[in-house]
């Protein structure tokens, strides 16, 4: 079965870093293409970063260039999200993404966590 586990969200204060960790199943991790979502309250699920597999370049939306950085670790199953200058406005639940083609809308992922809260603060 396989699966994506999110951790390390939090309340911090605008101008903070944060880093959410995603936990994937080996046959993801080593496979496929994976980024992050986020989606705040009465908004729609958006696209934050993505990582391809094997170049493992990384793409970020116009508002997270920047300040966030996307990574993966296939020894350890791991892609990690390292958010730095966080602002009110990135205030969301992150989800944390898999897709068997390409991560760019909603619709194209395959495999989602569960979520986890980032809240920012001023």
């Known amino acids: 079965q396989e699966h994506l586990v999110e951790s390390g969200g939090g309340l911090v204060q605008a101008g903070d870093s944060l880093r959410l960790t995603c936990t994937a199943s080996a046959r993801i991790i080593s496979g496929y293409p994976m980024g992050w979502f986020r989606q705040a309250p009465g908004k729609e699920r958006e696209f934050v970063a993505r990582i391809r597999w094997g170049q493992n370049t990384a793409e970020y939306a116009d508002s997270v260039k920047g300040r966030f950085i996307i990574s993966r670790a296939s020894a350890e199953n791991t892609v990690t999200l390292q958010m730095n200058s966080l602002k009110p406005e990135d205030t969301a639940v992150y989800y944390c993404?898999?897709?068997?083609?390409?991560?760019?809308?909603?619709?194209?992922?395959?495999?989602w966590g569960q979520g986890t809260q980032v809240t920012v603060s001023l």
């Open positions: 993404a898999a897709a068997k083609f390409e991560i760019g809308s909603p619709s194209q992922i395959d495999w």
